[in-house]
Structure formats: C-alpha cells, structure tokens
C-alpha cells in the first residue's frame, strides 16, 4: 500500500529508502506524479522506487534529453521527464502520453508533473517533494 501523508527525509538515502519501500509495494498501473524544484530529489525518489522494482538504480537517470525511459525489472518501470516540454493536453496527447498511461502492465513515474496542466489522468499518486534544508526534504503524498 502507498503511504498517503506528509514525510520528512533527512538525507538523499533515506529518500531512496523510502521510495524503494513504495516500490515493493507497487502493483501494476500505479502512476506517480513527482513535482518539486530543482534538485528536491525527484530523481532520487525515482531511483528508490526502480531499485524497489528489482531495476538497477545506477540504470536510472532523469531523461531530460530523451523524455521517456523504459527499464525492465520485477515490473516495467516508464520513466518521463517533462522538464523541457511546456504546453497543453495537445502536446501530451502528440508524445502519445495518453497511450503510456493506460499500460496497465507498466509503472510510470512523471517527473515535473505540474507540467501536465490540464491533461486528464486516472487514479495517480501525487507526490510533491519540498526542500525545507541542505538535506531535508518533506514529501507531500496523496
């Protein structure tokens, strides 16, 4: 079961950590929704939840350039980074979003969400990650 509520992480680890132990839990169609600075750890809780998935962590890095990443482990992990894409529910449904979202065989993580706008989506978890210090971090789920 995803944890729902707010979380303090002291450290980039222990971000990991928690991630790891939501992704042991995930079940197939789950999606994530990360939002959050530069540099909250949005891509280390994407680790955590890969490595959680039986997936390398070291295998998973923010697909800035590429956009989409697939990795292949306990479940298919789709990794997006909407980063350098602005725009309506037009330019998600032209990368085809619309199609990855409905892969019920898949986990898919959306790193800049609130780049999403208007899009519709399904049952997702919004994960929104604050830096409250050097290393702390308070992850908002819900």
Same mark, same amino acid.
């Given at each position: 079961m995803i944890p729902v509520g707010n979380f303090i992480s002291n450290s980039p680890e222990e971000t990991f950590? =928690?991630?790891y132990r939501i992704g042991e839990e995930a079940t197939t169609g789950s999606i994530f929704l990360l939002s959050g600075d530069l540099g909250a750890g949005k891509t280390v809780f994407t680790k955590g939840l890969a490595a959680g998935l039986g997936i390398d962590p070291a295998d998973v890095a923010s697909p800035? =350039?590429?956009?989409?990443?697939?990795?292949d482990g306990r479940l298919r992990l789709i990794h997006i980074d909407l980063y350098r894409l602005e725009g309506g529910a037009e330019v998600w449904y032209g990368l085809g979003l619309d199609e990855i979202l409905s892969d019920s065989d898949s986990i898919v993580v959306i790193e800049w969400a609130e780049r999403l706008g208007d899009f519709k989506l399904g049952p997702s978890h919004s994960i929104d990650i604050k830096i409250i210090g050097e290393s702390e971090r308070e992850l908002q789920i819900s």
């Open positions: 950590e =928690f991630a800035t =350039f590429t956009l989409i990443n697939q990795h």
